[in-house]
């Protein structure tokens, strides 16, 4: 089955620092890459997603990168603010239902 | 719309008992989908279900049953508990497959911390 591998685990930023996280995954056969945001003590939240038929999305601060050919896919966040400090979580589905999920990036901005 | 609603918020059970958790949407979602989060991993996925009446397994589905006898609701059933069931666990509905071309993203409920001793 599919198996997504998420790097760093940790990551602290400046406030108006940049952050990327990356993730790999194993199954050509993926085709759709979510990117949640979680708090602690809330529910995971999607916050940008990208399929394999786009190498590149935007929203506002947020993008996200596909490279089909390597396997793997990154999060971008530019002009980083204390609120986007949270876990985030990478994801990749093939053709059925079951989505695998990364470790998560604990990602804490310092004012 | 209330979304995606869990019950219980927070349960305690010795080992070898049983219990059953609740997750309900009201956005007409077909699918539904049992995760659990456990520290320092990500989510893993149970169950899910396609539709009224259909279940499949996902990552993890030993030591778990669900049901979905109507389309607004998917039960997570543990039969005899084991300490390894100790998770926070989440429900997720969306309105199409993730096969599908459509908006598809998923909706989680407010998550279920349970404590097996």
């Known amino acids: 089955g599919e198996n997504v591998e998420q790097h760093p685990s940790t990551l602290s930023v400046q406030e108006g620092d940049s952050a990327v996280i990356k993730c790999t995954y194993s199954?050509?056969?993926?085709?759709?890459f979510p990117w949640y945001k979680q708090e602690l003590g809330k529910r995971p939240q999607l916050i940008i997603d990208?399929?394999?038929?786009?190498g590149e999305k935007k929203d506002q601060r947020i993008a996200v990168t596909l490279n089909k050919t390597a396997k793997h896919f990154s999060l971008h966040i530019t002009e980083t603010q204390p609120e986007d400090s949270a876990v985030y979580f990478c994801a990749a589905s093939i053709l059925t239902d079951d989505m695998r999920f990364g470790a998560g990036t604990r990602l804490t901005v310092k004012p | 719309n209330a979304g995606v609603t869990q019950t219980p918020k927070f349960r305690v059970l010795k080992t070898g008992q049983s219990m059953t958790l609740l997750c309900a949407q009201d956005?007409?979602?077909?699918?539904m989908y049992w995760y659990r989060q456990d520290p320092g991993m990500g989510l893993r996925l149970i169950h899910y279900?396609?539709?009224?009446?259909?279940?499949a397994k996902g990552e993890v589905p030993d030591g778990y049953n669900v049901s979905r006898l109507k389309k607004q609701n998917f039960l997570l059933g543990l039969e005899s508990a084991a300490p390894s069931q100790t998770s926070v666990y989440f429900c997720?509905?969306?309105?199409?497959?993730?096969?599908?071309?459509?908006?598809?993203?998923?909706?989680f409920g407010p998550g279920t911390r349970l404590t097996v001793l």
């Open positions: 990208i399929r394999s038929n786009v």
């Open positions: 279900s396609v539709g009224e009446g259909t279940t």
């Open positions: 199954d050509s056969a993926s085709n759709y």
């Open positions: 956005m007409n979602h077909e699918y």
């Open positions: 997720a509905s969306s309105y199409g497959s993730l096969r599908g071309g459509g908006y598809n993203e998923q909706f």
